[in-house]
């Protein structure tokens, strides 16, 4: 077998650029924000030193202002892409106003020439309204000035939490992931032009601090040709700069809250005019780490320390090098339930409290060198590597590992590691009416996972039953009645008796190529985007996708409106999460004995990359001076879609793939900007997330072969939520601008919860989830509650004729009509229908709040340091409710109870 070149290719070209960066001094410059340069003169073109500048976005909230030096010459770097209003004014000189539209790393040169006071020249230049913004991409855009005061619940995946609030389509879960327009985590994060497409929630991975976040641009439309693999929701980040920063200015503050929740964080940006350093670091311990499957605390703790550095070096006018560094550590406890907490007692086993945990270390150094070619065109280079090495301890007496028996009857170890190598490089050439982009990348994915599992169920694989079938303890000899179903090969792993834990060892290496080609065309309001895309994906399958894209948008300025279509085709590519153990796990003969236990069938059969379809239309439009709405539908039709499922009560997940999905939905926002201290931001969406059986890829996969179309029926998976909507509101004080009072209100209909009993009728439609529930008892209809225990009742909030579960006490079956809960929807006895009527969680309103004031206390040279004060409050009236029930994902978590945290700082 020929060996591919691409490992060998690669490896040259990563440490080529490595020693290229290195050696020029370790700085950068990025692909996700551009330069902003020009000179000021009069009428007679002579230089105005001192004139002030400045350039800003009143819908992201970015405002930058610098002054002319003595030859009248200013320079904004590191500007994220988007529209800006830049302003000039001079003393003695009428003020100077100028749209500037900033869309590539190709630096904008400005002249910029004043008028004297009084003169009748007109000095307004191009200045249409800066509210709509005339792009096919439908996106959202989140500077940090928003970040400073957004109330945040998660303090270790605040990334997430932001884009949750800020930007529609997103549906929250628990441990901050997000389900973006209407996909399970197919969202991908861009670091200053380093792509990541691997998992970023708390229990996958650490994320970038938000301190080092400068502004986020959140594509929400069909993503342009750049953009590939994990797509629903592309998040670019830019991050901050110390270039230009030519006084130390940064901010160490100290937080303390509910869960003994605190916090103490460090950042300083510094620099020179062709030099700057950003660095940001946090130590973060919590005694509420993750959301819990119970609404009290039990065994949460955990902690997190992050380090991220950014250096830039202008090497000279036409080449710059910037470096990201990233280290995380993050150590935390798997929460527990009332029955792990507690003594969960099963066949007699369970001797102590469950006690398993979890360690994440996470590496990233992305290295990037820009030069400027001519007047008109820019070459980056970014060699990158990045690694997540996640371990998963079980209790120190496995056999404390025991739950219920839907959830855990093994006791579990993990150490796994996903390094991700890889170059992307892009050549930029703007002119006239065009803006092209060409580029490419290869990445290179190295998957190593080790496993170790042993039974701790004495009923789960018992040589013998006693006369009424029930599972005999130990091993008797001679024995009298041999069960049917005993395993032999799993006998030596049953830690009940007397065996050992199982090692399993698996790995590959993922291999993905891709190539670009696009061009933005302005031709009066008309702005066409056109783009081709080319993805290799060689992994344990192998596929090539082409992938066109393309949008066309019109700006009517009369009325202020923008309208725009687009339309992506893209890859989907499984998740790499656990992958060889999903795709090659059924082949081991223990791992087939212990998965068939939990999921009837264990048949090993490959993921194939999918392809999606997926089509958008919207609108913005400006309102008056101060208001702007944006509005976009959604249709997206995707061949082999993929999902999660979990190892039992563990945060052991792996992807699974399903035939097909079909997701329409609606997602709108509105913005104020700021009037008189008042702002706000308000995003909502519908979205359907109809998925299709059968099950194509992973634990739990039917053989294609066996498939019928009869087998292909809609289901609505359980990231699917039918509105979400969220409010957040600033006011600024006008007797004290730095004093602030910010407000979030969210409101969520309640995802999908299959797992909830319900009752059906034989003349019901087949497509349903409740036929393993439904019973007549003496002519009633009666609803079987056995497979849940007396705590899963409870956590369902689950009340029979007007009687609760309670933790200790639960229900054998209830009748139909009596069942109710006030945490899920049970739907109506005969109405369940898996695609238009399923169980949900409740629905749910949500308040947060802050207040803070920037500038308590002040002094030294025009204030440089100041002393500032802050008391954030997340879920103010301690709503009690879920944000899933045994979700075949990630299992059962409550939102968070009501946490106060006061935090001080000191700025300079």
Known sequence: MQRSPFPRIFAITFVLGLLMAFAAGAALAQSTSGNVAGTVTDSTGAAIANATVVLANPVSGYSRTVTTDTTGQFRFVNIPFNPYRLGVTGSGFQPFNKLVQVNSVVQITLPVKLQVAGSTTSVDVDAPSDLVENDPTAHTDIDRSMIDHLPLESASS???????????????????LMHGLGDHAENSFNIDGQPITDQQSKVF???????????????????????????????????????????????????????????????????????????????????????????????????????FDRFDYQLSNVSSIHTNVQYTRSWFQTPNSFDSQFGFVQSGENPTVTDQRSKIETFDLAPTYTRTIGAYSVFNFGPYIRRDAYNYYPSNNPLSDLG???????????????????????????????????????????????????????TLNAPCLDDNSNALPGNPNPCANPNPNFNPVLFPFDLTRGGKFYAWHGQTDVKQLALYAQDQITIGNWLFNAGIRGDFYNGLAIQRQAEPRA???????????????????????????NLVLSSQGCLDPVLNGIFSQQYGSCIAVPFNPGFRNEFHAGLQQGIGRHFVIDGEYIWKYTHNAYDFSVLGATPITFPIEWQNSKIPGVAVS?????????????????????????????????????????????????????????????????????????FNWKFDSGLVAGAVPCFTTAAQDSNTDCDGTSKIVNGVPTIDLSGLDADQQFQAGLTCDGVKATQAQGFLSCDAAGLSSKLVTIPAPGTE????????????????????DDNVYHFGDDAHYRIGARVTAINVTNKYALYNFLSTFSGTHYVSPRTVTGEISFNF
């Open 158 to 176: 605040e990334l997430s939490s932001i884009v949750t609030l800020a930007s529609p389509g997103v549906a929250a879960d628990s441990n901050g």
């Open 205 to 307: 991975s650490n994320q970038v601090p938000a301190a080092a976040v400068q502004s986020l641009e959140v594509i929400e439309g069909a993503p342009p040709a750049e953009y590939g693999d994990k797509t629903s929701l592309v998040v670019k980040a830019t991050t901050r700069s110390g270039q230009g920063v030519l006084k130390p200015t940064g901010a160490i503050t100290l937080s303390y809250g509910t869960f003994g929740s605190g916090n103490l964080a460090f950042d300083l940006a510094y620099g020179g005019k062709n030099w700057g350093n950003f660095i940001a670091a946090n130590g973060l311990e919590s005694g509420r780490f993750l959301d819990a499957p119970e609404f009290a605390v039990y065994h949460d703790k955990g902690n997190e320390e992050n380090f």
């Open 404 to 458: 219920p028996a839907n959830l855990q009857q093994e006791s579990v170890a993990q150490q796994r590691s996903l390094t991700n190598a890889g170059v992307h490089s892009d050549w930029s050439y703007v002119r006239g009416i065009n803006n092209v982009k060409i580029g490419g990348m290869y990445a290179q994915t190295f998957l190593r996972e080790n496993d170790q599992l042993a039974l701790v169920d004495p």
């Open 551 to 577: 949008g066309i948008s019109y700006n009517v300025k009369k009325t202020n409106t923008v309208l725009r279509v687009s339309y992506a085709r893209t890859q989907e590519t499984p998740f790499n999460e």
């Open 670 to 742: 509105g913005t104020l900007t700021e009037v008189k201290g008042l702002s706000a931001r308000v995003t909502m969406s519908s979205v359907a997330a109809r998925f299709f059986t059968p099950q194509l890829g992973g634990v739990g996969a039917v053989p294609t072969s066996t498939i019928t179309a009869a087998d292909s029926v809609p289901f609505r998976i359980d990231h699917d939520e039918k509105f979400n909507e969220t409010t957040h509101v600033e006011y600024k004080m006008p007797f004290r601008k730095s004093l602030y009072y910010s």
């Open 833 to 852: 229908d898996a695609d238009h009527n399923p169980p949900r969680v409740a629905s749910r309103n949500l308040f947060d709040m802050a207040l803070g």
